[in-house]
T-cell receptor, first 110, second 115 residues
């Protein structure tokens, strides 16, 4: 069965303290791995999509990487405004179906 | 501004009542989706539609119904058969050509509670 697991469930960082969020998956034939940011009470905001192992994408303080079994979201020198829940998802099935992890709640304190 | 509009932001349902959540997009996207989000869980797919007048059940379709009469609109009805409707409902859309077809964009959500 296709599934995705995110860790840790919650992460507290001091401003400027770099860290990484993990998304591990088991899927028969990965067709795309997606990262979203979700603020409380709002819809997810698209960040990155990765299609093949070894691929990397960057946006400001965020960098997403992909291997054959997992993806990492690296946060460099985070700021309080980076506080949010980060969701990963992968494409499954013959149609455009996303399987989501439960997310990592990130809190960055000044 | 192009985007996905969900309404209302908050909705309350009485026992035995059907309620309808609205989702409109002006992105000219072909495909639209409804997800349900519960605390501590990932988003789960309720229904999706790839073209007008066609839609398919997702993983948790029981107690829900949809229609797709226009490309821009994909309303979700939560029926009285859905015994645990309290959740955050999210609508999404995507184009359907090339690799960009895989990127789903989300609305701001509707929070449904039971009175």
């Amino acid at each position: 069965e296709d599934q995705v697991t995110q860790s840790p469930e919650a992460l507290r960082l001091q401003e400027g303290e770099s860290s990484s969020l993990n998304c591990s998956y088991t899927v028969s034939g990965l067709r795309g791995l997606f990262w979203y940011r979700q603020d409380p009470g709002k819809g997810p905001e698209f960040l990155f999509t990765l299609y093949s192992a070894g691929e990397e994408k960057e946006k400001e303080r965020l960098k997403a990487t992909l291997t054959k079994k997992e993806s990492f979201l690296h946060i460099t020198a985070p700021k309080p405004e980076d506080s949010a829940t980060y969701l990963c998802a992968f494409l499954s099935g013959g149609y455009n179906k996303l399987i989501f992890g439960a997310g990592t709640r990130l809190a960055v304190h000044p | 501004d192009g985007g996905i509009t969900q309404s209302p932001k908050y909705l309350f349902r009485k026992e035995g009542q059907n309620v309808t959540l609205s989702c409109e997009q002006n992105l000219n996207h072909d495909a639209m989706y409804w997800y349900r989000q519960d605390p501590g869980q990932g988003l789960r797919l309720i229904y999706y539609s790839q073209i007008v007048n066609d839609f398919q059940k997702g993983d948790i379709a029981e107690g829900y119904s949809v229609s797709r009469e226009k490309k821009e609109s994909f309303p979700l009805t939560v029926t009285s058969a859905q015994k645990n409707p309290t959740a955050f409902y999210l609508c999404a859309s995507s184009i359907y050509q090339g690799k960009a077809k895989n990127i789903q964009y989300f609305g701001a959500g509707t929070r449904l509670s039971v009175l």
